[in-house]
């Protein structure tokens, strides 16, 4: 079985996330995680069948921050999974190793689960510095958190390059990053952990990319707001 986990971004306005709920209603969804836009959660937390995941989490705890949400309020909704880390946000944001170990910290002081995203860009790849690169963006959070806080995080590997693009890398590339990430946390911080892959994840690639072991999971962004595509993609994913 690997995990899917969907990414659902800012795709989708409120009547076509009740007709994705409506249209996925029969599918099995149990290993399956929608990370929703905030205004959705509640309503995939009633009306669905999925567990549900947040998409961001405020730096701090309760207070004055305008605009933004707390971890605690996250887990007052039921929420049990954040992504943290993803490229968007890096770019987009200026986010930052040091923000992301506030947000995860914050998290696990209420029990929900960082999906954590590292990755490299088409020309760090290029240059053969992928490794260096994913290496350093897990040392520099992980180094100032103690084995019991590591051992809650998932890891999402998203290449930038693959992300909505359609390009995604090959099964032997994903297969060696995964086994990097996996072995360097096992080294030097003693726990193993499950690592997912994002970039392109598509009804089309998802046979050939189920068949590299070392992977747990998938992180599905454009593919994860078409009911058919996600129903048939989480039917592949749960043997
Ligand atoms: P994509 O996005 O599946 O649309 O490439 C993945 C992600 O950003 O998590």
Known sequence: MKLVVGNQKTYLNRPEVVDFINKTKNGNCENAIICASFPYLDLYLEESKYIVGAQNVSVKGNGASTGEISAEQLNSLGVSYTIVGHSERRQDNHETSDMFYDKITNLLKYDIRPIFCVGESLEQRENHVEKDIVGKQIMEVF???????????????????????????????????????????????????????????????????????????????????????FMYIMSKCEK
């Open 143 to 229: 180094d100032k958190l103690d084995k019991e806080s590591i051992e809650k995080i998932i890891i999402a590997y998203e290449p930038v390059w693959a992300i909505g693009t359609g390009k995604v890398p090959t099964n032997d590339e994903i297969d060696d990053m995964t086994s990097y990430i996996k072995d360097l946390v096992q080294d030097k911080y003693e726990k193993r952990l499950l690592v997912l892959y994002g970039g392109s994840v598509n009804q089309k690639n998802i046979d050939e990319l189920n068949q590299i072991e070392v992977v747990d999971g998938y992180l599905i962004g454009g593919a994860s707001t078409k009911a058919d595509e």
